[in-house]
């Protein structure tokens, strides 16, 4: 398996860490840290030296309750950065937004990936993703950042989020986007209580049949705070265990935020799946 990039391929036999480089004043677990150009590449630098093969990086807060940015104050926080990571690493750089003028501008700068919660459906952004012959992530959420806890229902969460999932890929396909260039994300915490959250990460490999690599993003949620009663920085070992158990699902992508100790417990889960794996016949 493999994702289309506009200069390479990614590819996806092992699960992929991608680092999270949050160049926001807000986000939930990491907002301020990493603000000014030189704090944010030393981030990205430490992330790729801990094995990150992908960079995701994000000018807008997306936690619960946050408030919108403009398109020029989300340009001015991460088109500088893109630009000097795409000049200082040879990794892959995706632009965490929704907004088509500022995927149309990371993409100049240097990026080759955009993850968009919103799932292109924003005006114009199917079509500018398609011209920039970009991967992109679609990630589903029911609501929207600022409200998007306040009362989510689902009859059937897995089924309500593959459909979403599904036909957001149509419509990606017939915009000219294609299948070789998109990954799906469901969107853990997007809209959903602990029980949603729970469906879906135990049932990951429904969405096999999507025909398009899984990103799972896990790391350092709310639901672990439910569920352990743990704040933000003391998340990594839930963090670490539903990464491995998304992995052995059948998710190729993990967004994180620890990227060391992440790699290292999908290495462990990576040798023993290979242990289930026949060995191609020799001689």
């Given at each position: ?130 011209a920039s012959g970009a991967a992109v992530c679609l990630m589903h959420m029911q609501g929207e950042p600022r409200t998007m806890q306040q009362d989510p229902r689902y009859q059937d969460v897995v089924g309500e989020v593959h459909a979403f999932l ?62 352990l009663g743990l704040p933000v920085e003391r998340r990594l070992p839930a963090s670490l265990a539903a990464a491995v158990l998304a992995a052995w699902q059948g998710a190729r992508i993990l967004r994180v935020h620890d990227v060391g100790p992440t ?21």
């Open positions: 398996m493999f994702l289309q990039l506009p200069r390479r391929r990614l590819a996806l036999d092992a699960p992929v860490v991608m680092g999270i480089l949050n160049v926001t004043p807000d986000s939930f677990s990491d907002g301020g840290v990493h603000a000014t150009l030189e704090q944010a590449c030393e981030r990205a630098r430490q992330m790729v030296a801990e094995g990150a093969g992908i960079i995701d990086i994000g000018g807008e807060s997306t936690r619960p309750g946050a408030a919108s940015v403009s398109e020029a104050e989300e340009l001015d926080r991460v088109v500088p950065v893109i630009e000097r990571l795409a000049r200082e690493l040879d990794v892959v750089l995706s632009v965490d937004t929704t907004k088509p003028l500022v995927m149309r501008e990371a993409i100049r700068a240097g990026a080759e990936m955009i993850n968009d919660i919103n799932a292109l459906r924003a005006e114009s952004a199917v079509e500018t993703a398609a599904q036909e957001r890929i149509r419509h990606c396909l017939a915009a000219g986007i294609g299948r070789e260039r998109i990954a799906v994300d469901p969107g853990f915490g997007f809209g959903k209580r602990l029980e949603h959250n729970q469906a879906l990460l135990g049932r990951l490999a429904a969405f096999d049949d999507l025909g398009c690599p899984l990103l799972a993003g896990l790391s350092r949620k709310s639901m672990f705070g439910q569920l790699v290292e417990a999908l290495k462990v889960a990576q040798f023993a799946r290979q242990a289930g794996t026949p060995a191609a016949p020799t001689g």
